[in-house]
């Protein structure tokens, strides 16, 4: 576990989110601890970013569900950041499978013990730095992608593909000058120095989860500008 790591806890019972905090910080673990969802929000809100740590969520608490903050946590991007582990009773079973088909990373049955949640606490926490060397990857990735325009992209793609520059620019309406500029642009902002190159760029790119279409027609993302 590195120092920035914060096990984000989340249960509405104060007897429980106590007891759980203690047992927590008595195995080292640095703890946030927060009395329902909304509360919780807020702190990783304010927290630091990029925001560091694994989140245990009850799965029934009041006035917002584990899942139910778990699909905020989501929205926020942080299910290929920060893993959650899920508490749940024996009821809540269909609940947390539900929940771990949304990415999250397991749960515990209650009643729990030291031997069964400290293990996976520390294997998520290991999770947990991959996933942010990972995502730090896919910005970047995604942040030169974005950089280019929808026709530097197209050409991309047919490059990728191994198309020859004329075959480009019949496709594209363009002349045989025009895609070498394209070209031009795209080595430089996407770094490489070569269709080699270039295709391992966008492999690792679809890799991450970045879309970046298919071929050269493919249709760009809403926004871009030409």
């Not at 990415?103 to 998520?124: I, R, S, W």
């Not at 995502?135 to 050409?155: A, E, K």
């Not at 363009?174 to 996407?190: C, F, N």
């Not at 770094?191 to 790119?205: F, H, N």
Request: charged share 25%.
């Amino acid at each position: 576990m590195i120092p920035t790591q914060t096990i984000y806890l989340c249960d509405d019972d104060p007897g429980v989110l106590g007891a759980l905090s203690f047992l927590l910080k008595k195995h080292g673990f640095k703890v946030c601890a927060c009395a329902s969802g909304p509360e919780l929000l807020l702190a990783t809100d304010a927290a630091d970013k990029p925001l560091r740590g694994v989140f245990v969520l009850d799965m029934r608490m009041e006035p917002m569900s584990g899942p139910a903050v778990h699909d905020h946590l989501r929205a926020r991007g942080l299910e290929r950041r920060n893993p959650v582990i899920f508490l749940s009773g024996h009821g809540d079973i269909a609940a947390a499978v539900a929940a771990m088909a949304k990415g999250a990373f397991n749960f515990v049955e209650k009643p729990y013990t030291d031997d069964t949640l400290v293990p996976l606490l520390q294997q998520a926490l290991e999770l947990e730095v991959q996933w942010q060397i990972l995502g730090q990857r896919r910005d970047f990735l995604q942040t030169i992608w974005d950089s280019l325009t929808p026709q530097q992209r197209r050409v991309a793609l047919y490059k990728s593909s191994g198309e020859l520059n004329k075959v480009i620019a019949s496709n594209m309406g363009l002349v045989d000058r025009t895609v070498e500029e394209h070209w031009v642009k795209v080595r430089d902002k996407l770094g490489v120095d070569s269709v080699a190159a270039l295709a391992t760029t966008i492999a690792d790119m679809r890799a991450c989860g970045i879309d970046v279409g298919t071929d050269g027609g493919a249709v760009v993302r809403a926004g871009s500008s030409s």
